[in-house]
């Protein structure tokens, strides 16, 4: 009698520690695709705020030649005199930018311009970033000539 | 006669029951708050999403938010919800809360640079009440009329309408439905060339008032321009504040009449932050040209250099609240604006 009882409350138990971890299982799936969710939503805002960046600077009327109307014309007289500190006050911290006119490897400094084609703003040696780049037209002030460049923006993780 | 055993699974089916109902009731109602909470957080980022995109592009667009408490208020440059605030942050935008709202890009462009923001707005009715026939009142209305969104190529409009003709104690406005261009180009000049005479008006449901006048009146909220350029804005309104403030360029007084006086603080101070930027970029930019190009343009480039050091001290330094502080950053403006066009003439 009594080890009939024991086997019964033995099952009972067994039956409740079976529900229990169903329950626990459902809860950590659950937590786990939440997790899931929420990662993915924090890269689709990096990935739009890296998108954001770059279609920004290559219209931003900071760098860009007056009166061209149908989007970006960077201007390199602009691009030379502009540094980290100015785009870190205009749109914050954690990314960089670099513009290249095609073929060109000379960095534009003060005194090698406008014999240069290639300008760095704000680039780290951080090796994890999301960048974009696309295609820019690049005014040339001195010589008044178009050329045509690639523009890079990226956003350190 | 109730046996131990029985007893112990009515005991033990009660506590695992009530174990499992309340897990599954904690969840059910923790996802509800996630999945309310999850739901404003997605039409939170496809409003910013919205409002970078037509920032960048330039191309108007509406956004239904379709939820009616969605977006609380904007304190700028947060849009503050229940859930959490999401900074608009660093497009300068003119928000104003609705359920639908027409989102455009506007320019104040003074010629070697030019400031670029947001207004995302409702359905909304405006009526111009200039008094006097004087030319800087009609100019006034002019100015800021351009600063306004043109929602001809949106579904949510923002229309204007001017009046009023007190005849009997009644308001009479001319017509209501005016956008922005067709009130620019046709109607004000009309009014101006006809000399037609408006009384002000009383305040009427849906509508908002815009009272432009040399001498102050009793209104809600209106602009006395001292001169083309800058004047006061008197507002007495419960929902947008009272006081006077300031205006220097018709930014001010759109940014008070969207949003009182945080707005007011925020655009200044953006302005003014962007402005010395500009300034020193441009600066910088006309000393390392000054060599490099046709030697007659070195007295221009200097000259441009001088002015914009000048600029850039004030908008760092100046307060918008003072008169003659403005007074000194329109003139360098103008200044600036002389120059480089006398510069773009020269082929400099």
New interface residues.
């Given amino acids: 009698m009594l080890r009939s009882?024991q086997a019964?409350?033995m099952e009972?138990i067994l039956l409740?520690f079976f529900?229990?971890m169903v329950?626990v299982i459902i809860?950590f799936f659950?937590a786990g695709w939440?997790i899931g969710?929420t990662g993915s939503?924090k890269q689709?805002?990096q990935q739009?705020r890296a998108a954001?960046l770059m279609?920004?600077f290559s219209?931003s009327?900071?760098l860009n030649k007056?009166g061209f109307k149908e989007g970006g014309m960077l201007e390199d007289?602009?691009l030379?005199?502009?540094d980290c500190g100015?785009l870190e006050?205009?749109?914050?911290r954690g990314w960089f930018a670099e513009v290249k006119v095609l073929d060109s490897t000379a960095e534009c400094t003060?005194d090698n311009?406008?014999r240069c084609g290639v300008w760095k703003f704000c680039k780290t040696d951080n090796p994890e970033f999301i960048a974009y780049d696309i295609p820019v037209n690049i005014y040339r002030?001195?010589t008044k000539d178009v050329e045509i460049g690639i523009l890079t923006v990226g956003f350190y993780e | 006669m109730i046996s131990v055993l029985q007893l112990f699974k009515i005991i033990f089916g009660v506590i695992i029951s009530a174990f499992v109902l309340i897990i599954i009731l904690n969840f059910a109602l923790s996802y509800t708050n996630v999945g309310e909470s999850s739901r404003d957080v997605e039409v939170l980022i496809s409003l910013k999403k919205a409002i970078d995109d037509v920032y960048v592009t330039g191309i108007p667009t509406d956004f239904d938010i379709n939820l009616e408490d969605v977006v609380g208020f904007y304190r700028p440059p947060n849009l503050v919800t229940s859930v959490s605030a999401v900074s608009l942050d660093p497009i300068p935008a003119f928000f104003v809360p609705g359920k639908e709202i027409s989102i455009h890009r506007n320019e104040y462009d003074i010629g070697w640079w030019k400031f670029q923001f947001i207004e995302a707005v409702p359905e909304m009715k405006i009526i111009f009440v200039p008094l006097g026939t004087k030319e800087v009142v009609w100019k006034t209305a002019e100015n800021i009329t351009k600063y306004f969104p043109s929602t001809e190529n949106t579904k949510t409009k923002v229309l204007f309408g001017v009046g009023c003709n007190d005849t009997g104690g009644k308001n009479v406005f001319f017509f209501l439905n005016w956008e922005r261009d067709y009130l620019i180009k046709t109607v004000l000049p009309w009014l101006h060339e006809e000399g037609y005479e408006f009384d002000p008006c009383g305040r009427k449901e849906g509508y908002r008032m815009l009272t432009i006048t040399e001498t102050p009146v009793d209104a809600d909220f209106q602009v006395v321009p001292i001169d083309g350029e800058m004047g006061y804005v008197y507002m007495n309104d419960t929902q947008h504040g009272q006081g006077t403030y300031l205006y220097k360029t018709p930014l001010d007084i759109i940014a008070l009449f969207f949003g009182g006086e945080d707005m007011y603080e925020y655009e200044n101070g953006k302005f003014l932050n962007d402005l010395s930027i500009a300034s020193d970029l441009a600066s910088r930019e006309a000393s390392l040209l000054r060599g490099k190009m046709n030697p007659s343009c070195d007295t221009p480039y200097s000259r441009f250099v001088q002015v914009l050091g000048h600029l850039k001290n004030i908008a760092d330094n100046g307060d918008y609240r003072n008169e003659d502080d403005m007074r000194e950053l329109n003139r360098n403006i103008r200044n600036s604006v002389e120059i480089y066009k006398e510069m773009e003439e020269m082929g400099c």
Wanted: hydrophobic share 40%; charged share 15%; net charge positive.
């Fill in positions: 009882g019964h409350l009972y409740s529900i229990v329950i809860v659950l939440q969710t939503r689709l805002l739009q954001f279609k920004s219209n009327p900071f007056e007289s602009k030379t005199v502009l100015d006050a205009l749109v914050g003060k311009y406008p002030t001195v």
